[in-house]
């Protein structure tokens, strides 16, 4: 199921992290809306687009040629050169995918059911205890907790603890993120990945001489996220087409160069 609230809020995120290309990602996601994409189409292509918000804080230089295309996602210009960018991300937490579609569904409603109240703007960070049965079979219920334990300020069964930043447009909510020694991205994830985009090589390098592969940890999807990466040693001679291969987390914008 498509949830296009998830999108205004991850942009809403991207532009609070004030990297430098705030601008720029604006217009090239408004540019996608009015490309007249059909709905999954247009969905797919800003959720990339958002993903890439780290790189443009690493090169702030890049600027977007194609923003529609595919295989590879995009055409950018960089440093004189034309160059195809395939993005993909990182799931970490595959059983966790499908519990965090839910996840967000209640975030979203209860973001619109509190968006009118302007002194509870903000963004805040909701530890909840998601392992609980209960949780995924009281919808209902839930948006009540969740919106009594923001407009109170106090914990409830299912909200542990709430943390706020400044943000003057609306209610934005996420899970906070609790860093665990034993939560790591294991480099053979990363490896697996790597090798299925390496056998469609052929159809990225016939739109540009020059590909890039990014991979992004979304940090702000409970799917995607790690504490470390184990074995990135395993990484450092991995073959590949691709002329560069980066790996990105969005959290801190920590990059690291596999190519």
């Known amino acids: 199921m498509i949830y296009n609230e998830d999108l205004e809020k991850n942009l809403n995120i991207c532009v609070a992290s004030k990297n430098g290309k705030t601008d720029d990602l604006v217009k ?19 959720t990339e687009l958002l993903l890439l918000n780290s790189l443009f804080a690493h090169y702030p230089d890049i600027e977007i040629e194609n923003l529609t295309g ?3 996602d995009f055409i950018i ?3 004189g050169k034309r160059i195809g960018v395939e993005v993909s991300e990182v799931i970490n937490h595959l059983e966790l995918k499908k519990k965090e579609s839910y996840i967000n569904h209640i975030f ?3 973001e619109k059911l509190l968006s009118e109240y302007k002194s509870l703007a903000g963004i805040y960070y909701l530890s909840i205890d998601y392992h609980q049965e209960d949780f995924y079979q009281q919808p209902e219920q839930l948006i009540k907790e969740i919106s009594s334990a923001i407009t109170n300020n106090k914990n409830t069964q299912f909200v542990k603890h709430i943390r706020r930043t400044p ?3 609306g209610v934005l909510l996420f899970l906070e993120y609790r860093f665990s020694l034993f939560d790591e991205l294991h480099s053979e994830k990363i490896r697996e990945v790597i090798e299925k985009k390496n056998n469609k ?10 590909c890039w592969l990014v991979l992004v940890s979304n940090m702000y999807n409970i799917a995607s ?3 470390y990466i184990h074995a990135k040693e395993e990484l450092n001679n991995i073959s590949s087409p691709f002329s560069k291969i980066l790996h990105i987390e969005n959290l801190h914008s920590q990059m690291m160069v596999i190519k």
Do not use: G
């Open 28 to 46: 090239w996601y408004d540019a996608i809306s009015k490309a007249n994409l059909c709905e999954r189409e247009e969905y797919q292509k800003k």
């Open 70 to 72: 595919e295989s590879p």
């Open 77 to 79: 210009k960089y440093q």
């Open 108 to 110: 979203r409603t209860v």
């Open 167 to 169: 943000h003057n447009k």
């Open 201 to 210: 090589f052929v159809l990225y390098n016939e739109k540009a001489k020059e």
């Open 225 to 227: 996220r790690y504490s």
